[in-house]
């Protein structure tokens, strides 16, 4: 219930945070068993995916802006894009009382 919306939160505070709310986000999902009803435990796997997804996406990104043509730039612009589409979509499917449909996609 509330955990869900607090690592949400974590999810859209990652871009203003440069990305220290995501770390701690990372921090609450990792090592934590899945909630047993179908509701939560799709919105868990919804945001695990979504905080490692971002933290490889995050670390290329920043190993790439050292790359010819600064190709880490777009990289963490679209990670920012995605990540509050995210976190925005799973607030919303969780204040409706919906599951994640498929919540180990990578799109929304």
């Given amino acids: 219930g509330m955990g869900l919306y607090a690592v949400?939160?974590?999810i859209l505070f990652a871009v203003p945070t440069l990305g220290v709310s995501a770390v701690i986000g990372l921090l609450a999902v990792t090592g934590r068993s899945r909630p047993d009803d179908r509701l939560?435990?799709?919105?868990?796997i919804y945001q695990q995916r979504?905080?490692?997804?971002?933290a490889v996406?995050?670390?290329?990104g920043l190993i790439l802006l050292a790359a010819p043509f600064a190709l880490g730039v777009p990289i963490l612009f679209?990670?920012?894009l995605w990540l509050v589409l995210r976190g925005a979509s799973g607030v919303w499917a969780l204040k409706s009382g919906r599951?994640?449909?498929d919540p180990r996609s990578w799109w929304i």
């Fill in 8 to 10: 949400y939160a974590l």
């Fill in 40 to 44: 939560s435990s799709s919105h868990f």
């Fill in 50 to 54: 979504t905080l490692w997804t971002a």
């Fill in 57 to 60: 996406a995050a670390f290329a």
């Fill in 78 to 80: 679209l990670l920012a």
């Fill in 99 to 101: 599951a994640i449909a």
